[in-house]
């Protein structure tokens, strides 16, 4: 016998489901950044501070102006900082 499940109905059984997939890469000196298409992380570089400086810069090269752009309507929004938001400061400036 099937246990009851207060999210059956027996009348009509329905069944969904959502699946997503996030890349999620987190600093980790046991393993190299995500290299990007276009950025690809030299081969012959194994130190990790060259390496993690190296995935900033193609971090903010790639994805620096929607950052910024962002960071700017968070700051229209309120010009004191006294929100609740921080933000950190633009790479530009």
């Known amino acids: 016998m099937t246990p ?6 027996d009348a ?4 969904a489901a959502a699946v997503t997939f996030q890349h999620v890469t987190l600093l980790s000196p046991h ?6 298409p276009g ?3 030299p081969p012959e570089l194994t130190d990790s ?3 993690r400086g190296l995935d900033a ?3 903010n090269a790639l994805f620096g102006a929607a950052l910024n752009t962002n960071r ?7 010009p004191d900082g006294e929100g609740a938001v921080t933000m950190p400061h ?3 400036r």
């Open 72 to 78: 700017d309507r968070v700051l229209e929004a309120d």
């Open 90 to 92: 633009r790479q530009d």
């Open 31 to 36: 393993r190299p950044p995500q290299a990007y």
């Open 39 to 41: 950025r690809p992380l």
């Open 57 to 59: 810069e193609n971090i």
């Open 12 to 15: 009509t059984t329905s069944v």
């Open 49 to 51: 501070g060259v390496l």
């Open 4 to 9: 009851a499940c207060p999210c059956r109905n």
